[in-house]
């Protein structure tokens, strides 16, 4: 398949990212001895800066990380809780999806902390560093940056405030203007010297609850002070002869693994590559898991997630055995028991490495920032329902079910878990699905990083109502038309994206069987790129 930009290969460390400056960042510090965990903070950090229409401090975040040393994977579960104020009574007349009141407590300035108190080598304020100084003396503003601005001149109209904030202007950018946050700067340099308690504690602290309370929003100290961030044993399967790492419950990474504990059913290599029998079989396995998703999926806290069951082989061959290879299927049930965001990945010299993924949410998040602080909110709360019988209904200090997810993968030789693969998008319920191809290009297709993010991609869900029906197979244009064609006699209702028109952004970085060195690939989707030394 034909690659517009070329594989990276990078034996002491790699790095790639939806935006350029976060992956300069990242692998400066990979360069002067940092771990992927500094090279991780860096990332993040400058993604807040520079990209607040994804991720921002007042968002979340979730990681998979790999320790070369014991060939063992750990996730990382950044969510902020509802607020102990936000009650089903309290929000009767529906959660607003912007303002403070939508908002959940922030969790990614404690999971910084957490990722980087477990395996970070050089300071904080190092780390830190370059995205303070983006922060306080400027960046420039992207192309896409400056479109997402720019197309949200609703949300401008209603919080003028937070422009202005986000950009240091009342007007909005061009590409290339240079954007200043000095208030998001002291923030960051508050987190720098004392950690999450520059956050969570102190100044910023008070004014996150004080502004709360001034404009109808929930989050109080006492949320703030007692925040956690989830150390986890991710979910695992095994795909073909390797093994799929995912994220647990709150984040929907269960269904990745049941898509493919479902696809594994079929001989994915003799359906040749994105042909029709291919896509059909992986859209209707997503039909299949997204069912148990709307059934199951809530905080392991307070409902019972049945993960063992769902990600049981016997069960996916069950689901498997319910497909029509020649007929689409309506929507799905779940079975019985017996939207905006940034990711990127890297890897260091001593083969540790991170899938990471954040976000606020919606653009922009809830639209709120608090003053004096330079901190965007996430709007979080609106995926809870107001349904007491659902699993994912609002109860205080409840974590919401969340699209984040990212996905590593391991091959075990000798009893040793090694390194394959990670990777991710962004994507809202798209990221499962895009993963899912991801992951089938690399294992059953063998293809290298960036073969898999540029071949063309399919996406199903809710969107431009076609024939009347709101479900819809969007597939770009560079698949072939008999394929197309095929699919709409299958019963899909069928929408052609532009040739790289799918929304979601991948990067991915793979270690080849006994290699020395690590290949990264980053998705021309977007305006980052991978990077390696």
Not at 141 to 167: C, D, I, M, Q
Request: glycine share 10%; hydrophobic share 40%.
């Amino acid at each position: 398949m034909k690659q517009h930009r070329g594989v990276v290969y990078g034996a002491n460390g790699v790095i790639a990212a939806s935006q350029p400056l976060a992956v300069s960042a990242g692998l400066k510090l990979l360069m002067e001895g940092g771990s992927f965990a500094d090279a991780a903070l860096a990332a993040s950090a400058v993604l807040c800066v520079t990209e607040p229409h994804n991720s921002h401090l007042g968002g979340d975040g979730f990681a998979l990380v790999y320790e070369a040393r014991t060939g063992s994977v750990t996730a990382l579960n950044g969510a902020g809780k509802a607020p102990i104020a936000a009650t089903r009574e309290a929000l009767c007349n529906g959660i607003p999806t912007r303002g403070t009141a939508a908002a959940a407590i922030p969790g990614l300035p404690h999971f910084w902390c957490v990722m980087h108190d477990r395996w970070g080598r050089l300071s904080r304020e190092r780390c830190l560093s370059t995205a303070i100084q983006y922060a306080r003396h400027g960046y420039p503003a992207g192309k896409r940056t400056a479109g997402a601005f720019a197309g949200s001149g609703e949300l401008w109209r209603e919080f003028p405030e937070t422009l202005s904030t986000l950009t240091g202007s009342d007007e909005l950018p061009n590409a290339g203007d240079i954007l200043q946050q000095p208030d998001l700067a002291d923030t960051l340099e508050s987190i720098s010297v004392q950690g999450s308690d520059g956050f969570y504690r102190g100044s910023v602290a008070r004014a996150i609850a004080e502004a709360c309370a001034d404009t109808g929003g929930y989050i109080s100290l006492e949320d703030l002070a007692n925040h956690t961030t989830l150390v986890l044993k991710p979910l695992t399967t095994r795909y073909r002869d390797v093994v799929i790492h995912g994220q647990p419950p709150s984040s929907q990474g269960h269904i990745l693994l049941q898509e493919l504990n479902i696809l594994e059913h079929f001989d994915v290599k003799a359906m040749g590559h994105n042909s029709a029998d291919l896509i059909h079989a992986m859209v209707e396995a997503k039909k299949l898991a997204f069912a148990d998703r709307w059934k199951y999926l809530g905080d392991p806290d307070f409902v019972d997630v049945p993960i063992e069951f769902l990600l049981s082989k016997d069960y996916a061959r069950q689901r498997a055995n319910t497909i029509d290879m020649h007929n689409a299927a309506g929507s799905a049930a779940g079975g019985e028991v017996p939207h905006d965001t940034t990711y990127f990945c890297v890897a260091d010299k001593e083969g540790n490495a991170v899938s990471f993924i954040q976000s606020v949410f919606w653009g922009y998040g809830s639209g709120a920032i608090i003053p004096g602080t330079g901190v965007l909110l996430n709007n979080r709360m609106t995926s809870f329902s107001l349904d007491p019988q659902h699993p994912n209904s609002l109860v205080p200090g409840k974590r919401p079910v969340h699209t984040l997810n990212t996905w590593l993968i391991t091959r075990e030789i000798d009893g040793y878990q090694a390194l394959e693969a990670v990777g991710g998008t962004p994507g809202a319920d798209y990221q499962v699905q895009t993963n899912l191809q991801m992951i089938s290009n690399i294992v059953d297709f063998g293809m290298n990083p960036q073969e898999a993010i540029e071949a063309p991609r399919w996406q199903h869900g809710e969107g431009v109502r076609v024939d009347g029906k709101d479900e819809e197979l969007a597939i770009e244009d560079r698949v072939d038309t008999d394929v197309v064609k095929s699919l709409q006699e299958r019963g899909h209702h069928i929408h052609l994206l532009p040739s790289y028109g799918h929304g979601s952004t991948v990067q991915c970085i793979i270690r080849p069987q006994g290699s020395q060195c690590y290949t990264a690939g980053s998705d021309l989707r977007a305006d980052g790129h991978a990077a390696g030394f």
